[in-house]
Each structure stands twice: as structure tokens, then as C-alpha cells.
């Protein structure tokens, strides 16, 4: 199922980056093609991240940990 929605969306993006291409020229096709690369590659990197990192807490390393605990 995750590869149907890959090429899905990768079917998507090239009829939409044709469109753009014949209606406003290369150039355009290309901007648009960036800034959908960029906001795939925020969201893996988003998605890549600890989720402590995420919540904002500090990570504390194995001696901190310890301290803390006892």
C-alpha cells in the first residue's frame, strides 16, 4: 500500500509539474518541483528526529540519569 501512494504521488507530481510547464514555462516547472522536493525532505527530516527532541525536553545522558534517579 505505502508503494501505491509513492507512485501515486509520483504521478501526481509530474502531471501537475507538466501543467505548470505548459501553462507557465520551465523555469516555473522547476521552482515548483524545488519547493515540493524541500517540503518532502522537511518532513523526513522532521519525521527522522527523536520524539524527545520534538517535545522540547532536554536529553539527559547515563550519568545525569543516574544522578537524577537517586
Known sequence: MKAF?????????????????LFRGSEAKHKWILKIRDRYDSRSQVADQNPMELSGDV????????????
Open 5 to 21: 501512494k509513492i507512485i501515486l504521488a509520483l504521478i501526481f507530481v509530474v502531471l501537475i509539474s507538466a501543467l505548470i510547464g
Open 59 to 70: 536529553l539527559l545522558d547515563e550519568m545525569e540519569l543516574e544522578a537524577y534517579h537517586s
